[in-house]
């Protein structure tokens, strides 16, 4: 399989991953020109649209990508409906297109039906986690986004994680914040800010990576609690997450 990233809009990424027949899946065009513009020139047939949520950053390319291939399905959950989608997915179906077969995962927290598309390894996780960060709880609570992370941890390390913005410099400022003699987090941040200043794209990155750089899955760490004002383990883990999420919001 071949992983293609594209940038879109002010720090979006629309991802298109490509089977060995040059036949792809395209997630979560917030524009289409860009998406038309790569499967002209790398001669790609595209066999489905995949979307995460309804936030128009996510969709905004489904009319246009209609108009060129009005024949394109279109998976998301039910509160994609009426931003095109034909084929709405619930937790655990399976999507069997061509070469591939996704699994979704019902993510809720950044949107109440904020879905992923899985697929070993790569997991197209939309607005629910960023490269150390996570995202913002615009509809749903913070006990659903602590348990829709949850999920996410509890898959295979090797794990891709697309996600669809390119937010890492600033949640890696965040992290630095939070856990300031944590070395990990310290060099991550550097090679990151090397990564932008050159230009280049600092995802996908790993669960492993994930897992030792981004405070939202590290709500267990004494010193993350201490830091931000919490006894350590006097409080659920997910008010533990409450506390930072809201943090991160004013930072």
Known sequence: ???????????????????EDKRCVIIDPAESQPVIDILAANQLIPVAIFLTHHHHDHVGGV???LIKH???PVYGPEETRRKGATQIVHEHE???????????????????????????PHLFCGDTLF???CGRLFEGTAEQMFSSLGKISSLPDDTLICCAHEYTAANMAFAKAVLPDNQTIHNYYQKIIERRENRQATVPTTLQTEKKINV?????????????????????LSSVFQQLRAYKDQF
């Open 1 to 19: 399989m071949e992983l293609i990233r594209i940038s879109a809009l002010l720090d979006n990424y629309i991802w298109l991953l490509c089977d």
């Open 63 to 65: 009319p246009g990508l």
């Open 70 to 72: 009005p024949e394109l």
């Open 94 to 120: 399976t999507i069997e297109i061509a070469h591939f077969s996704f699994r979704v995962m019902e993510l809720p927290g950044h949107t109440l039906g904020h879905i992923a598309f899985y697929q070993a």
């Open 131 to 133: 490269s150390g960060g």
């Open 216 to 236: 939202f899955l590290n709500c267990h760490n004494i010193d993350l609690q201490k830091n931000i004002g919490i006894k350590p383990n006097s409080i659920s």
